[in-house]
Nanobody, 115 residues
Framework: QVQLVESGGGLVQPGGSLRLSCAAS????????MGWYRQAPGKERALVAT???????NYADSVKGRFTISRVNPKNTLYLQMNSLKPEDTAVYYC?????????WGQGTQVTVSS
């Protein structure tokens, strides 16, 4: 089992920055890919960014050039640096980890971009 706990969400003005963190615990050995997803009100959960165990990254087009995903091994702490935030980035952000074919999710952290 893998437990994921996100932190770092909050209220920020348009153009501002936030850094999300996701701490993994439990059976963290051999965690494979990790990623950030978000879900806005009335919408489905969508990919924001992913990072492989070899640090290959993938981003949604809407966040390219503004967000940066990173991870620190072997603790498997995941980060999402979000710059130039826009109101449309408002959502609950979830951390995801994959290990031996199983998928684990955190409880989510709210990000609100508003003036």
């Amino acid at each position: 089992q893998v437990q994921l706990v996100e932190s770092g969400g909050g209220l920020v003005q348009p153009g501002g920055s936030l850094r999300l963190s996701c701490a993994a615990s439990g059976s963290i050995f051999m965690i494979d890919a990790m990623g950030w997803y978000r879900q806005a009100p009335g919408k489905e959960r969508a990919l924001v960014a992913t990072i492989s165990s070899g640090d290959s990254t993938n981003y949604a087009d809407s966040v390219k050039g503004r967000f940066t995903i990173s991870r620190v091994n072997p603790k498997n702490t995941l980060y999402l640096q979000m710059n130039s935030l826009k109101p449309e980035d408002t959502a609950v952000y979830y951390c995801k980890a994959q290990r031996f074919g199983y998928t684990y999710w955190g409880q989510g952290t709210q990000v609100t971009v508003s003036s």
